[in-house]
């Protein structure tokens, strides 16, 4: 590749989910736990594929929210432990599906469970580890937080077909994509904060605090991504960059540079993403576009939007050494791309 993107210019102290991982490491212990026992199965494929993803690297940032969220209301029971599980489950559901749908290659630097065991599987052990979830959100006993998880479950599902009606169609606008993300991403992360409180009877504005923070941190987490994409690495972005634009991929990067260009740059953009000329010259011709436009920077600005409004909803409430480690993961996912 010749044209590579400059993400941020300038370094800085990076944040990190350490602080993080430290407040929610022997309630991950227990959570890793219950994911490997939940993954079982007599069926022998089912473990095989569940856990070729399970144990592929992922940061499980989602259900650390969970468990951090639950006990910064005082949670001293154990039902944090199994929602967090439900929600891995749930985000490990929808990568198996995605990859299926998207037909990708690799995930987390490793072959896709489709590219090993086929379409079906793939699909079917997501089926099956969305079922162990609502299981676990059964046994928890909490008909508040299991209608938050089985409402996400929904809404990701149609932020997915949403996804599949916009694939491709560069007349998208900025705010049906955000309405995309919204859905497919920003969902689990807004129940994941919000089971926490719930389930710790915390007041019904507590509660909402946490939604917006995670509906806002997944909006954030997302952008970075798309962002990512055109000038980050396979270890910070969990698959090959470039993939969304191989795959033809409206993104926001591409919204912004299609919109902003030339005529005959928008003709480019058709040719490579309706029509399939995307090999590596056109990655290289996207990426040099998307410097020239700002379109990457833009990007980058409204991920720092929402990370804001993520930071002003916990504002409000008491400090605990959850809230700051909350506080710190919005900059820890926006510095990715630093």
């Known amino acids: 590749m010749g044209v590579v993107v400059s993400l941020e210019d300038g370094k800085k102290q990076q944040a990190s989910i350490q602080p993080l991982i430290a407040l929610t490491d022997s309630d991950m212990s227990r959570v890793n736990e219950l994911i490997l026992s939940k993954a079982g199965s007599d069926v022998e494929m089912i473990p095989e594929v569940a856990n070729h993803l399970i144990s592929s690297g992922g940061k499980r940032l989602r259900p650390m929210v969970t468990l951090a969220a639950a006990r910064m209301f005082g949670y001293g029971g154990d039902g944090h432990v199994k929602l967090a599980t439900s929600v891995e489950f749930m985000h490990t559901a929808t990568l198996l599906h995605d990859d299926v749908v998207d ?10 469970a489709r590219m090993i065991w086929g379409n079906q599987a793939s699909v079917l052990v997501g089926d099956y580890l969305l079922g162990q979830a609502f299981r676990m959100m059964v046994e928890v006993g909490s008909l508040k937080a299991l209608e938050i998880l089985s409402s996400a479950a929904s809404v990701i599902a149609e932020g997915e077909v949403m996804q599949l009606a916009a694939a491709k169609n560069l007349e998208t606008t900025e705010d049906e994509y955000l309405a995309v993300i ?37 909006l954030a987490f997302q952008l970075i991504d798309d962002a990512l994409d055109y000038g980050g690495n396979a270890r910070d972005l969990g698959k090959n960059t470039g993939d969304d634009f191989r795959e033809g991929k409206i993104t926001l990067p591409v919204i912004l540079s299609y919109r902003r260009g030339t005529q005959e740059e928008r003709l480019f953009w058709k040719a490579a ?3 399939a000329g995307n090999d590596d010259a056109a990655l290289e011709k996207a990426t040099a576009l998307m410097a020239r436009y700002g379109a990457i920077g833009e990007t980058i600005s409204r991920a720092r ?30 510095d990715r791309v630093s």
Do not use: W
């Open 182 to 218: 919204k859905a497919k991403t920003a969902a689990l992360f807004s129940a994941a904060a919000e089971v926490g409180p719930v389930i710790a009877s915390a007041s019904k504005s507590e509660q909402a605090a946490l939604r917006s923070y995670g509906t806002n941190l997944g």
């Open 103 to 112: 037909e990708s290659d690799m995930r987390r630097g490793k072959k896709t």
């Open 305 to 334: 939007h929402f990370g804001n409004i993520a930071r002003d909803a916990l504002a409000p409430l008491k400090d605990t050494p959850q809230k700051n480690a909350l506080l710190e993961v919005i900059d820890f996912c926006i």
């Open 273 to 275: 993403i309706e029509d």
